[in-house]
């Protein structure tokens, strides 16, 4: 399905204004969070919007664009005004109640009706431009009424920007029978396969050229255990426990007897030995246990590489800004999972392609600070910087403990956060994002992904060995 979406006004066409806002503004919110949410739940659907920025367009401008794209429907959004209240959707005035437009138009009004706590003003019709100019089906909704103190009131909040959002994509979906994406497997089922664990990374890069020498690629990462740096080499990431047995097998059979499996989903080492004495062949390091803990948490050990998370978003945006290195240097220093972090960066950033309040320059790839329109949060000198500051801030969600010192504290609003209060990612569900009730799933979605296209290509790296 191919979708023009409309945001209302724009540029030198503020639209209507009143309690301090401008239409301009909130329209474009709205449509960028419909945008946003269809791209991560459903398959096959194709979004061109009118305007992701303030820019001036003109109403033919809009209809030529989506009759020349080819779109399957027009949807344009908008905030009403004139001393009213609540909410109304208009279709071309020379349609039908029968007509497929008003079909649509009947099942989108009823989910939008169900979120946005406005008086229902009805379904009506217009001769507006975008409505009788428009080659295929359209749709305009008017989102309360701006002049009005109480629905301004609503539309200052971000939250419910995001209900009408939600009951405009609900409402999408019904209409158009939209497929939802299939849930990635839960990163909880994922095995990587370790060959030593290190407290000096000297014995580390001596175990990777041992592995090199007998035709075994590997790499290493680091993890922090009761504040104690250990230097893991690891050679697989499995999604079956046989697979990670089989290369277990393999490396012990190759002189690597103290060789062992990591299992993401409770974060506990699982040797072969069922102990933990983890050394270098001839070594004498040997880690503590990790205890079991529930849920996916923010602290802990970063599993993919920079490459490996390099791959996976270069393949849906070749031109992203490459932080993957930030992310395990920060993600290491600071005890946090930044894989998983890098993952929340795609999440907030679409890809790296900013579609949303937050521009490019302001290397802010976590919406530190941003809360809508007139809003667009924090801006950092560096994109070295802006993933400091997000690895900051999840830290100060995760840890009670002070921050260490290394790095200067560039988070603007460290401080402001109940330190300790999300120690797992879907714990910063309605704190990170407001509603957010599914923010810290949609994250470990999107890592899911990254660790099956991970697994994927070290598999077929092996068939074509």
Not at 168 to 173: I, K, P, Q, W
Request: some cysteine; glycine content about 10%.
């Amino acid at each position: 399905m191919k979708l023009y979406l409309d945001p209302g006004h724009g540029g030198t066409d503020t639209g209507a204004s009143g309690n301090g806002l401008k239409e301009k503004d909130l329209t474009v919110d709205i449509a960028l969070k419909i945008n946003s949410l269809l791209n991560q739940r459903y398959e096959n659907i194709e979004v061109k919007m009118s305007r992701t920025g303030d820019t001036t367009k003109s109403l033919s401008q809009r209809t030529n664009e989506a009759n020349a794209w080819g779109a399957d429907y027009y949807m344009a959004i908008h905030i009403n005004a004139g001393g009213g209240t609540g909410y109304e959707d208009y279709i071309y005035s020379g349609l039908s109640d029968s007509s497929a437009t008003a079909t649509y138009r009947a099942i989108i009004h009823a989910e939008v009706i169900k979120s946005n706590q406005l008086l229902d003003r009805g379904m009506k019709k217009a001769n507006f431009h975008v409505l009788r100019e428009s080659a295929m089906p359209a749709f305009l909704s008017e989102n309360g009424f701006i002049d009005r103190a109480e629905d301004a009131a609503l539309m200052k909040q971000a939250s419910w920007r995001q209900r009408v959002a939600e009951g405009h994509v609900n409402g999408l979906a019904k209409a158009f029978g939209l497929k939802t994406k299939e849930a990635a497997p839960a990163p909880g089922i994922l095995y990587k396969v370790y060959a030593g664990s290190f407290q000096s990374r000297q014995n580390a890069d001596d175990c990777v050229a041992q592995l090199k020498a007998k035709g075994i690629d590997s790499f290493v990462v680091s993890t922090s255990i009761s504040g104690v740096t250990w230097y893991r080499v690891q050679v697989g990431a499995f999604a079956k426990r046989e697979n990670a047995e089989q290369r277990l097998t393999e490396l012990k059979n190759a002189g690597f007897p103290d060789a062992f499996i990591v299992a993401e989903n409770s974060s506990e080492i699982t040797p072969a030995n069922s102990g933990e004495s983890v050394s270098s062949p001839g070594g004498k390091d040997n880690a503590p246990p990790v205890t079991s803990s529930t849920g996916i948490s923010i602290l802990g050990p970063t599993f993919l590489s920079p490459e490996q998370m390099r791959r996976f978003v270069k393949k849906v945006n070749p031109n992203a800004v490459d932080v993957a290195n930030y992310y395990l240097t920060f993600g290491e220093y600071y005890g946090i999972r930044g894989d998983v972090a890098f993952a929340q960066a795609i999440h907030e950033t679409d890809y790296f392609r900013f579609t949303g309040i937050v521009k490019p320059e302001q290397n802010n790839f976590a919406g530190v600070g941003a809360t809508g329109p007139g809003n667009s949060g924090a801006s950092f000198k560096t994109p070295e910087e802006g993933v400091l500051a997000h690895l900051q801030h999840l830290y100060a969600y995760a840890a009670v403990d002070p921050l260490p010192t290394k790095y200067p504290l560039v988070d603007p609003r460290f401080q402001l956060v109940t330190r300790g209060s999300a120690p797992t990612w879907t714990a910063l569900n309605g704190k990170w994002a407001v509603p957010g009730n599914n923010y810290g799933q949609l994250i470990l979605d999107l890592y899911g992904r990254m660790i099956d296209t991970a697994v994927q290509n070290l598999q077929d790296i092996r068939k074509s060995i």
